[in-house]
């Protein structure tokens, strides 16, 4: 069985945050490596976020810390996410790893910054992974307690 955190782990570890943008209501995605250009528009004609080598997508709860403290999170006033965002531009990723019964994701930052996923509505954490780096891209997320990949709907 294969070791999916493990595997992101070891694909994330040194590459730099190259974009944290927010999607649909608190969702945030953070864009890890090289980044590759979106071919998608939005609704009102502007291109769609680039994408990374490696993804971290949160969907709904969230939190984003220093060293000490919480620095904001999906429940803080928007007014402080991006500043934020911006604030983790060109750190490093040191490590990637679950923490909980129920696996929430934890992205460690050079700098001592971390993002973490924090789940507390009902069903399974919300955060996915995105591995973009071959053209069979790996998705995998948390399903019933497991560390899963997502497995591509044929066409």
Known sequence: MMDWIEHFRAAAKGLVVAHVWRGYGSALFVEFGAL?????????????????E???????????ENACTIVCGSGSDEEFWEPTFASLIGKHVVNVETFGRLPEILVSLSDGFHVASFSTLEGDPGWTLFDRRSTAPITVHCRAGAIIEEQASPA
């Open 36 to 52: 590759t250009p979106t071919t998608r528009m939005l609704k009102d004609g502007r291109p769609s976020a680039p994408s990374g």
């Open 54 to 64: 490696i993804g971290l997508m949160i969907e709904a709860d969230w939190r984003i």
